[in-house]
């Protein structure tokens, strides 16, 4: 009997320490996916606004950033009539 309560008073022992961290680690990545928003499917806006910046960034020619954005909004009517 007091074995017993001795082996109940150490605690978790490491195997059950492991699996605590464990399952802290996987509740942090979920509330991390539930704040971030990563988990959630793109919007047309979002995916108007990502196109945009990477003409912003890619592009230095006034004539081909015009074109690019151009094909953004192209893009981005396109997905609102699908969306209907």
Do not use: H, W
Not at 35 to 46: F, I, L, Q, R
Not at 68 to 81: P, T, V
Request: proline share 1%.
């Amino acid at each position: 009997m007091n074995a017993a309560r001795r082996s109940l008073q150490m605690g978790l022992g490491t195997l059950g320490t492991l699996i605590v961290v464990a399952l802290a680690a996987v509740a942090a990545y979920y509330i991390y996916l539930g704040v971030t928003g990563e988990d959630a499917a793109p919007t047309c806006k979002g995916e108007l606004e990502k196109c945009m910046q990477r003409c912003r960034k890619t592009t230095t020619d006034t004539a081909a950033a015009q074109a690019c954005q151009k094909e953004c909004q192209r893009e981005a009517y396109l997905c609102e009539g699908f969306k209907r």
